[in-house]
């Protein structure tokens, strides 16, 4: 592509017609979309939770998470927890912290758990479409119902009220959620649970899990997310996240880690006598080997070959397994669950080959590179589009997505379409995801964030994000203005030849049927894809079209 100077559509004019007028592209007026649909039956817990300082609308404070003075008062859950008859205490848990890959890891554990027929409570955030996503319960991993949980609430509701007056109101949405899904798993004699951390570790509401309860801990990677709430630095961010690391319990390592990283994650686990497993051990030989579809989903090839003799000796061959789950980063992932796996074997939990492989064959995350079907498409008004859904919103998922995407669809042209949250790395994300190739167009647009306008970010700032992001990597992109008939297409705009990346902003569902204009026009006969992204509440949004 040409080198060009580019602007954020304010200042400068540009001789090859960056103030395109391309008709019907995107819609000028924005729509914010909620993500909260929830189901009437649970009025009353909404309402008690609404009333609640809730982080995930507001952000989170400056050196929430890290285990100083200005971190989150673990205290306080611990009193709450004691009022409930610590109900963590009547069941096992794996705990998981991470700044990616805790949520998949998760859903991996559980299924493989599940698939060797243990009672698993599985306890993760944030949610795509419904609270009720966070605890999945049982043999089959199903939500926990809308009746299920508020009839639970409401047995609970007189000591949770009493709480929050003790503490002073200062009881988070996050805690006093989590206190109800592990009481909950506790009534439902849950034999073992598999629970994400929220925000870093030490601090975390998850962390009133100790030393005699907990089966194993993971740490599946540290990164940059979060940076303020977590110290500031990668190092204090992996000091936080060490701090689920429990006297004495096997600590599991995702990765892969800088060198000083590992460095901190295993001087933890040392001072806490715990043996560490890795799934990044040199002798392992996981690869992935292809794709393939299964019933008209695409799935991933992988062979998992462990062999690891340090701390533990743990060893497994499995070849051919098909992830629904795709990526490298996925596969990753997937290894880190089958070594969790393992030494959970070692702990008396009886899991067998055959299970590890049903259980990662088996699991599926809402909204982590999720193709929708050809009727879904339609809904949407796209028909015979294909679309990814993945709520990547940090620099490093973005180069997993990449990755990703250039691994499953090598040739296809793609248009992007993007809303984040206004905390996110919009530079870092944009530079990630401008050198996928065969980029067509990137349409910004907007959604609440946790059913919330607080920390969105508006169209009009990411779609300059992503102007400067090109400007720095000498791409040439054009800025599409709103303007003329419907009926007007890219070929009349005289830019159908052009190289350039068109740039746009609207509502959701408008760009979502431009980037399907785009690639009707732009591509012919060639694949596309149109690939939603940038946070899990765009996710959800598009999800609750279909929904409707």
């Not at 993007?418 to 790395?425: E, H, L, P, S, T």
């Not at 067509?440 to 400067?468: F, H, Q």
Request: aromatic letters at 4%; glycine letters at 10%.
């Amino acid at each position: 592509m040409k080198n060009l100077s580019i602007f954020c559509g304010i200042t400068r004019s540009i001789k090859r017609s960056m103030a395109c007028s391309v008709a019907g592209l995107v819609h000028s007026t924005r729509h914010s979309f909620s993500t909260l649909r929830e189901d009437p039956e649970m009025d009353q817990l909404m309402k008690f939770l609404g009333n609640l300082k809730n982080f995930e609308k507001s952000g989170v404070p400056k050196g929430a998470g890290t285990d100083s003075e200005d971190g989150f008062d673990i205290g306080r859950m611990r009193r709450l927890m004691g009022l409930l008859g610590n109900p963590q205490s009547m069941f096992k848990t794996v705990h998981i912290a991470g700044t990616k890959g805790k949520g998949s890891t998760s859903a991996l554990l559980s299924s493989i758990l599940r698939a060797e027929g243990y009672s698993v409570g599985c306890y993760t955030s944030p949610h795509v479409q419904t609270i009720r996503e966070r605890i999945t319960l049982g043999r089959w991993g199903e939500l926990v119902s809308a009746k299920k949980l508020n009839h639970h609430f409401n047995t609970r509701r007189e000591i949770l009220e009493r709480a929050v007056k003790l503490e002073n109101g200062c009881l988070s949405h996050f805690e006093v959620f989590t206190a109800i899904a592990f009481s909950l798993f506790a009534e439902e004699n849950t034999e073992i649970a598999v629970v994400e951390a929220g925000l870093g570790g030490a601090r975390d509401a998850t962390n009133v899990i100790v030393g005699p309860d907990l089966a194993i801990s993971i740490i599946t990677t540290v990164g940059e997310e979060h940076l303020d709430a977590l110290g500031g630095s990668l190092e204090s961010i992996a000091v936080a996240k060490s701090g689920i690391i429990k006297k004495g319990r096997p600590l599991v390592l995702g990765g892969p880690f800088i060198p000083s990283i590992e460095s901190i994650l295993r001087s933890k686990a040392s001072s806490m006598s715990s043996p560490v497993v890795s799934a990044c051990d040199p002798v392992n030989r996981s690869a992935l080997r292809g794709f393939c579809e299964v019933s008209g989903i695409p799935r991933q090839l992988c062979d998992i070959v462990l062999h690891i003799e340090k701390d533990f000796d743990l060893s497994i061959k499995l070849l051919g397994v098909k992830l629904r789950m795709l990526g490298a980063h996925q596969l990753q992932n997937a290894v880190t669950a089958t070594c969790a796996a393992l030494c959970l074997n070692k702990q008396g939990w009886s899991l067998s080959s055959v299970s590890i492989r049903a259980g990662l064959e088996g699991a599926v995350l809402q909204g982590r590179t999720q193709v929708l079907s050809s009727e879904e498409a339609s809904l949407l008004g796209v028909p015979g589009a294909t679309i990814l859904l993945d709520g990547a919103h940090t620099k490093e998922s973005a180069r997993a997505l990449t990755n990703t995407l250039q691994m499953t669809f090598p040739k296809a042209k793609m248009v992007l379409v993007v809303a984040m949250a206004n905390d996110k790395n919009h530079l870092g994300f944009a530079r990630e995801l401008l050198s996928v190739g065969n980029l067509d167009a990137v349409l910004s647009t907007e959604v609440d964030i946790a059913g919330a306008k607080l920390r969105l970010t508006s169209a009009s700032s990411l779609k300059c994000a992503w102007a400067n992001a090109s400007r720095e990597m000498n791409m040439e992109v054009l800025d599409l203005k709103v303007a003329g008939s419907e009926d007007e297409s890219l070929q009349a705009a005289g830019i159908v030849e052009s190289e350039s990346i068109l740039l746009a902003e609207g509502s959701l569902l408008a760009c979502i049927r431009a980037g399907f204009k785009i690639l009707s026009e732009r591509t012919g006969e060639q694949p596309g894809i149109i690939v939603v992204t940038g946070s899990l509440h765009i996710v959800s949004a598009v999800l609750g079209y279909l929904d409707s």
